[in-house]
């Protein structure tokens, strides 16, 4: 074997880091062939790529840092600018205060008269009734009405833009001349009283009127409601069409139902005049509603009045029922147990009676429609807007024999819509013939039947 080399001539040999032999720069160890280029080559190639990951390595944790400043910059101004708010706040917090001492409080009664004007409400309105006295004065006031009979028109101008305002400044504007006539009114009806509205003879033959328009086509229709009534082309339209729906659809069998239907405003009754020919329950406040067109018009056609049958109403509601029934009739009684509801809409009806005479023919009350209206009985026609779980056993004896009841019963969740016939035999036994107005296909959700001094009619607590 090869001995390590002693001599110091020549290029100096490097010993193998393998073995310890000497090996002669340039050549390879002859022990064991390890060789100082191949290793040198290979120790490059395995650390070269390290050296621009380091490189890599250093740039990342740079802008790292540069991050987390401009975050902890942004939290430091985000914090001094709350700090600079919530100094602001107890100044401005006195200029407020010191402002709301200066506002003067007495100015809150001088606007109080004009609220229900505003909004509708008219039990306010009684107090200057009395003031307003003597009454022997007060109902020529009620008579020149006919000069502000162009609140209709006025309501119509308004009702684009201020739908809910114009129906109730219709009722408001007038509700002081509305209780003029009605000497009799009181506050609240109590148990065994009752408001009186409208009493009077009916003043009006509707068999005898002449200026009945052309039902005709659309056209004719529009252009001769347009000369003789404050009505609006754009709702006499859409009442037309809508009329034309109701009778495909078979809720008209009766002509005169449909030019009842046609004649009545019902966007004078309705407090959003602008949905007043959609076919949708919409409310008139007061926990009330005005029932869908197409749902009046069924109901009144089961019903079908004659001219000289005398019609009885519970529920008056927003009035469309009743000023309906009495384009069919010359005797119409309707009963209402919200008194604001119902003062407010016998304003609307005395402010449209100098063009529409026939609503001179419905007398009105405020009381508990569940006892019906007994100085006037029997009736020969019945017609209930509110749901209840029982027919009224009051309205069953003021119904005239061969009378005809139109009334929805059944559970809130939903009532059955009945025509109910009433006959009585020779020996006085009374029978009543029902059916279902929609025939089993459908059920109506009515506001519930109200009682007098709060809640609703039930079957297991009759009063009657």
């Not at 290793?39 to 802008?63: D, Q, W």
């Not at 007060?138 to 008579?143: C, D, I, L, R, T």
């Not at 002081?176 to 000497?183: F, G, N, R």
Request: one cysteine or more.
């Amino acid at each position: 074997m090869p001995e390590k080399s002693k001599s110091a001539a020549g290029p100096r040999p490097t010993s193998c880091p393998k073995c310890g032999f000497d090996i002669e720069p340039g050549k390879a160890c002859q022990v064991c062939g390890y060789s100082l280029s191949s290793a040198s080559t290979r120790v490059g190639a395995a650390v070269s790529p390290v050296k621009p990951a380091r490189k890599r390595g250093g740039g990342t944790l740079l802008a790292l840092l540069f991050s987390a400043a401009g975050l902890l910059s942004l939290l430091v101004v985000f914090l001094l600018t709350t700090e600079f708010n919530r100094l602001k706040q107890p100044e401005a917090a006195k200029a407020e205060a010191s402002a709301a001492d200066v506002v003067p409080t007495p100015a809150a009664p001088t606007e109080a008269p004009a609220g229900p004007a505003a909004t509708g409400a008219p039990a306010s309105v009684e107090t200057p009734a009395p003031v307003e006295t003597p009454s022997a004065v007060k109902p020529p006031a009620a008579v020149k009405a006919p000069a502000a009979v162009k609140a209709p028109a006025l309501a119509r101008a308004g009702a684009a833009a201020k739908p809910l305002v114009s129906a109730k400044a219709l009722a408001s504007a007038s509700i002081t001349e509305a209780a003029e006539p009605s000497a009799a009114m009181t506050s609240s009806p109590v148990p065994g009283s009752e408001t009186l509205l409208n009493d009077e003879e009916a003043p009006f033959d509707i068999t005898q009127r002449t200026d009945i328009p052309l039902f005709e086509n659309r056209d004719t229709f529009v252009d001769w409601m347009v000369k003789h009534t404050d009505e609006n082309a754009k709702f006499l339209k859409q009442k037309w069409d809508r009329a034309q729906i109701i009778q495909r659809l078979g809720n008209f069998t009766h002509e005169r139902v449909r030019q009842a239907f046609l004649l009545a405003p019902r966007e004078f009754f309705s407090r959003d005049p602008r949905r007043s020919y959609e076919n949708s329950v919409l409310p008139i406040g007061y926990g009330q509603t005005i029932s869908g067109p197409h749902l009046v018009s069924r109901m009144t056609d089961y019903l079908d009045p004659q001219p000289e049958q005398k019609v009885l109403e519970i529920g008056t509601g927003s009035g469309y029922q009743a000023a309906v029934l009495s384009e069919i009739s010359n005797h119409v009684f309707t009963i209402e147990i919200v008194e604001k509801l119902a003062r407010e809409t016998d304003a609307i009806f005395k402010r449209l009676e100098p063009r529409y005479p026939e609503y001179r023919n419905i007398r009105r009350k405020v009381d508990d429609g569940y006892y019906g209206w007994e100085q006037y009985a029997p009736f020969d026609r019945i017609i209930v807007t509110c749901g209840i779980d029982h027919v009224p056993p009051a309205l069953i004896r003021q119904l005239a024999p061969d009378g005809i009841m139109v009334i929805p019963v059944g559970p809130p969740s939903g009532q059955t819509i009945l025509r109910i016939v009433k006959k009585v035999s020779a020996d006085g036994t009374v029978s009543l013939e029902r059916e279902d107005i929609y025939h089993g296909r459908k059920t109506q959700v009515f506001v519930p039947f109200t009682a007098r001094g709060g809640g609703i009619h039930r079957s297991d607590d009759q009063k009657d």
